[in-house]
């Protein structure tokens, strides 16, 4: 099974990666994957037709995240380019091997599911989250509460989800969680 990990920023969805592969899981990163893409030529000719964003023949990822961020049609235009791509290596990654592979999809929004067998949510305090954001990128909690506002609703991604994994508590309640989950969707 194609399985998402998602939750908003500061949730704790690396956390739940690294113990799924600290347990022996396949796992994957959108956010990886779209790294690899971006420096693709085919990419950068097609990102470059809608959006005055490549300089020295690659995307000036600032420029370009400035553009698709405040206007939710540009992102959508960039998406349509985007996720064929990003879901077509996750096809090629799970096709080698039998067995579940577990993907982190940080920018995940409700046009995706239909790419995944299952969806667990990772789920956490806003407080808790700006707290960990603060922590690991020192930004301020202006800029953190902007990026969580433009992400789905912790609503929408519970109601989308077919798990729901709470990062409220001790690490070690988090391992015994992803533990659970493993051994459920095995």
Not at 7 to 12: K, N, R, V
Not at 14 to 26: A, D, F, H, I, T
Not at 57 to 62: N, T, Y
Request: proline share 1%.
């Amino acid at each position: 099974m194609k399985i998402a990990v998602i939750g908003g920023i500061g949730s704790g969805k690396s956390r739940v990666m690294e113990y799924l592969k600290e347990l022996g899981e396949r796992t994957c990163d959108c956010d990886e994957i779209y790294k690899d893409i971006i420096s693709q030529e085919e990419y950068i000719r097609q990102v470059g037709s809608l959006f005055d964003v490549v300089k020295d023949g690659k995307i000036d990822r600032e420029a370009l995240a400035k553009i698709v961020f405040s206007d939710s049609k540009e992102l959508k235009k960039l998406n349509d380019i985007a996720h064929p791509l990003v879901f077509k290596r996750i096809e090629e990654i799970y096709a080698q091997q039998p067995g579940n592979l577990y993907i982190e999809v940080s920018a995940f929004d409700k046009s995706m599911a239909k790419y995944f067998d299952e969806i667990v949510y990772i789920k956490s305090e806003q407080s808790s989250r700006i707290e960990r954001i603060k922590a690991r990128n020192n930004f301020e909690e202006d800029y953190i509460l902007s990026i969580m506002s433009k992400q789905i609703s912790a609503e929408d991604m519970q109601d989308i989800s077919d798990f729901v994994i709470v990062n409220d508590s001790s690490l070690e309640e988090l391992q015994d969680q992803v533990e659970w989950l493993t051994q459920w969707l095995d």
